[in-house]
């Protein structure tokens, strides 16, 4: 069983920056993609980014110039740097990631998710 745990959010003031973490443990052998996703209030849940194995990135449209993923393989860790927040990136954010275990069995694990809080 993977388990992720997630950590960073809180409450910032628009124009400000916060940085989440979502470290993975469990019977883990590789991680492919890791991503960050968010669900505002009575919206649906959205990508925010990802990021592949090999480093590639993608991001909504809404976090490009402004949010940064990255990885450390061997923490098993993927970070979300988020600078110039406005209050529309209030949402729960959750982080993603899927792979295979040491039985080489493929998995697809969700955090519990994180509250950031973006006040005006």
């Known amino acids: 069983q993977v388990r992720l745990v997630e950590s960073g959010g809180g409450l910032v003031q628009a124009g400000g920056s916060l940085s989440l973490s979502c470290v993975a443990s469990?019977?883990?052998?590789?991680?492919?993609?890791m991503a960050w996703y968010r669900q505002a209030r009575g919206k649906q849940r959205e990508l925010v980014a990802d990021?592949?194995?090999?480093?590639?990135?993608n991001y909504a449209d809404s976090a490009k110039g402004r949010f940064t993923i990255s990885r450390d393989n061997a923490k098993k860790t993927v970070y979300l740097q988020m600078n110039i927040l406005k209050p529309e990136d209030t949402a729960v954010y959750y982080c993603?990631?899927?792979?295979?275990?040491?039985?080489?069995?493929?998995?697809?694990?969700w955090g519990q998710g994180t509250q950031v809080t973006v006040s005006s």
């Open positions: 993603k990631m899927d792979g295979r275990d040491i039985a080489t069995t493929y998995f697809a694990s």
């Open positions: 469990g019977s883990i052998f590789s991680i492919n993609r």
């Open positions: 990021i592949t194995g090999d480093g590639r990135t």
